[in-house]
């Protein structure tokens, strides 16, 4: 298989000195095409790190990073965030919609900087809203919206632009457990139907349950990486 992302000796130091706190240190990581991964671990065991260093949002201390074997290292803001847009779709746990956009236009918005056309934007968005069942709320703002129904445009958001690599930063911490469920199903099944690649960072058993492939982070190091039901019960 091709991995999708790869980390070789990846280190993230923030601060200088005697305040130096070093987030990650030594990591390397491989995700496969179509892998459905969680990355789990206590508070500040790196998880977020991890993410935002794959997601080309922050950049390595030391090491090399690769997403789609393209080194993210040397790049500028600017060809990190053409890349971006290009490759990865982001959930993050505040959802980050944008408050003066109604659901449809959050989901379209990465369409339209991409230079679709409107029609065809309008296509891919609404059977987007549809699929993740928000078509009747298309014109709501994020305001008139529940906390599950912002994740789900969120996602729609994440996916609308079909990209390689799905990032989602503890993606059911604000919804219930009823809901947290449906969305796992409904990125599974997105996963399934498009070959997309999942990386979450999360303390959710419900995610790391559903996972197929387990990182376990301890003090910004990799302790485990395999099947969930094959970790040592030390672990966690």
Same mark, same amino acid.
């Given at each position: 298989?091709?991995?999708?992302?790869?980390?070789?000796?990846?280190?993230?130091?923030?601060?200088?000195?005697?305040? /130096?706190? $070093?987030?990650?240190?030594? &990591?390397?990581?491989? %995700? *496969?095409?179509?892998?459905? #991964?969680?990355? =789990?671990?206590?508070?500040?065991?790196?998880?977020?790190?991890?993410?935002?260093?794959?997601?080309?949002?922050?950049?390595?201390?030391?090491?090399?990073?690769?997403?789609?074997?393209?080194?993210?290292?040397?790049?500028?803001?600017?060809?990190?965030?053409?890349?971006?847009?290009?490759?990865?779709?982001?959930?993050?746990?505040?959802?980050?919609?944008?408050?003066?956009?109604?659901?449809?236009?959050?989901?379209?918005?990465?369409?339209?900087?991409?230079?679709?056309? /409107?029609? $065809?934007?309008?296509?891919? &968005?609404?059977?987007? %809203? *549809?699929?993740?069942?928000? #078509?009747?709320? =298309?014109?709501?703002?994020?305001?008139?919206?529940?906390?599950?129904?912002?994740?789900?445009?969120?996602?729609?958001?994440?996916?609308?632009?079909?990209?390689?690599?799905?990032?989602?930063?503890?993606?059911?911490?604000?919804?219930?457990?009823?809901?947290?469920?449906?969305?796992?199903?409904?990125?599974?099944?997105?996963?399934?139907?498009?070959?997309?690649?999942?990386?979450?960072?999360?303390?959710?058993?419900?995610?790391?349950?559903?996972?197929?492939?387990?990182?376990?982070?301890?003090?910004?190091?990799? &302790?485990?990486?395999?099947?969930?039901?094959?970790?040592? #019960?030390?672990?966690?």
């Amino acid at each position: 298989m091709v991995a999708i992302v790869e980390l070789r000796n990846v280190t993230k130091t923030y601060g200088e000195s005697e305040v /130096a706190v $070093q987030a990650l240190a030594g &990591v390397d990581l491989r %995700l *496969e095409t179509g892998a459905f #991964a969680a990355a =789990a671990g206590p508070s500040g065991s790196g998880k977020s790190t991890l993410l935002n260093i794959i997601g080309g949002l922050d950049q390595a201390t030391t090491g090399d990073a690769y997403l789609d074997g393209e080194p993210l290292a040397g790049k500028t803001a600017a060809q990190l965030s053409r890349l971006r847009m290009r490759r990865v779709g982001f959930i993050f746990q505040s959802y980050n919609l944008m408050p003066v956009l109604t659901a449809y236009e959050n989901a379209e918005y990465v369409l339209m900087l991409q230079g679709m056309p /409107a029609a $065809q934007r309008r296509e891919k &968005v609404m059977a987007m %809203l *549809e699929r993740v069942g928000l #078509a009747g709320l =298309a014109h709501r703002f994020p305001r008139q919206l529940s906390g599950g129904q912002q994740q789900r445009v969120a996602i729609a958001r994440a996916i609308v632009t079909e990209p390689a690599l799905v990032l989602a930063d503890e993606p059911t911490a604000n919804v219930d457990s009823n809901t947290a469920e449906a969305l796992l199903d409904l990125m599974l099944e997105l996963n399934r139907e498009r070959g997309a690649t999942f990386l979450f960072s999360t303390h959710d058993a419900a995610v790391i349950a559903k996972a197929r492939q387990l990182i376990l982070l301890k003090d910004g190091q990799i &302790v485990y990486d395999g099947a969930p039901a094959d970790r040592p #019960a030390s672990d966690g």
